[in-house]
């Protein structure tokens, strides 16, 4: 069971990215998943969520510019961000029930 991200790089402020994670081993349909995000030097934190029926949350500091999503047919997970900030520059990683931690991809958000 592997998780692999991408669609990360580097973007001025104010641009658009979306990551992609693709799980293989398992099915993610019927588990909740979500997006975590490690800025430089801190810990890895939650910043947007999904169940298993498609509801899905973000983190305050995402809201309104980030939108989680997902296709089971595809066993993909994804997320749009727009008006990136620089504060937003890090390693995403996508999680979901029974599936280990990916490498993660990198976003750098130039000010």
């Known amino acids: 069971v592997q998780a692999v991200e991408s669609g990360g790089g580097l973007v001025q402020a104010g641009g658009s990215l979306t990551l992609s994670c693709t799980v293989s081993g398992r099915s993610l349909s019927g588990a909740a998943a979500g997006w975590y995000h490690q800025a430089p030097g801190q810990e890895r934190k939650l910043i947007a969520g999904?169940?298993?029926?498609?509801?899905?949350s973000a983190a305050s500091s995402v809201k309104g510019r980030f939108t989680i999503s997902r296709d089971d047919a595809k066993n993909s997970l994804y997320l749009q961000m727009n008006n990136l900030l620089p504060e937003d520059t890090g390693r995403y990683y996508c999680?979901?029930?029974?599936?280990?931690w990916g490498p993660g991809t990198q976003v750098t958000v130039s000010s």
């Open positions: 999680t979901a029930q029974g599936v280990p």
């Open positions: 999904i169940t298993a029926a498609g509801t899905a």
